[in-house]
């Protein structure tokens, strides 16, 4: 993740990614209930990355996908992104680290 509200994502793949999509759950708190800490979620929100030089996006074609998103206040994040290569493989994962953006 990069200041000014940029989502960047490295991704890897061995053929062609053919989208890179972003899901965006914003966290309004974390409770501890019992033994567990609980996050609840606002709101959640999708965006899709570009790897073409804009729209936040730094460079064409590094394989770095990013995208610069409106702020709606100041909010924590958690980030899970979809890449999908060209053959239609997904992959899932998850952003070890919160987001803020403000
Ligand atoms: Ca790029």
Request: glycine share 6%; charged share 25%.
């Amino acid at each position: 993740m990069s200041p000014a509200n940029v989502v960047e994502v490295n991704v890897y793949d061995g053929s062609k990614i053919h989208s890179v999509l972003a899901k965006l759950s914003s966290i309004k708190g974390i409770n501890k209930i019992k033994d567990n800490y609980v996050k609840e979620i606002s709101s959640t929100f999708e965006i899709e990355l570009n790897n073409d030089g804009k729209d936040g996006d730094v460079a064409k074609g590094d394989f770095i996908f990013s995208k610069k998103i409106e702020s709606k206040g100041f909010y924590l994040y958690e980030i899970e992104v979809t890449a999908t290569d060209d053959f239609g493989n997904k992959t899932i994962f998850k952003a070890p680290n919160y987001f803020l953006v403000f």
